[in-house]
């Protein structure tokens, strides 16, 4: 009984899959050119910015061990 109760669940499942999936609202794709650009551009500023404080850390731990 349990097995054929799985079996009638499984369609029942993907048609809500199916008609949950069609309420998705994709993006366009300027947005999504959009937001590939700014989080390109973010990672490169943070990077950047971590770049410089270990440099400038180097730096002076360079310069304290050389005192």
Not at 2 to 8: F, P, V
Not at 32 to 54: H, N, P, R
């Amino acid at each position: 009984m349990a097995d054929s109760n799985n079996k009638e669940n499984k369609p029942n499942f993907f048609h809500g899959v199916k008609r949950e999936f069609k309420k998705i609202t994709w993006p366009t794709k300027d947005d999504i050119i959009k937001q590939t650009v700014l989080v390109t551009f973010i990672t490169v500023v943070c990077s950047a910015l971590i770049a410089g404080i270990d440099f400038l850390a180097k730096t002076g731990i360079d310069k304290l061990i050389n005192l």
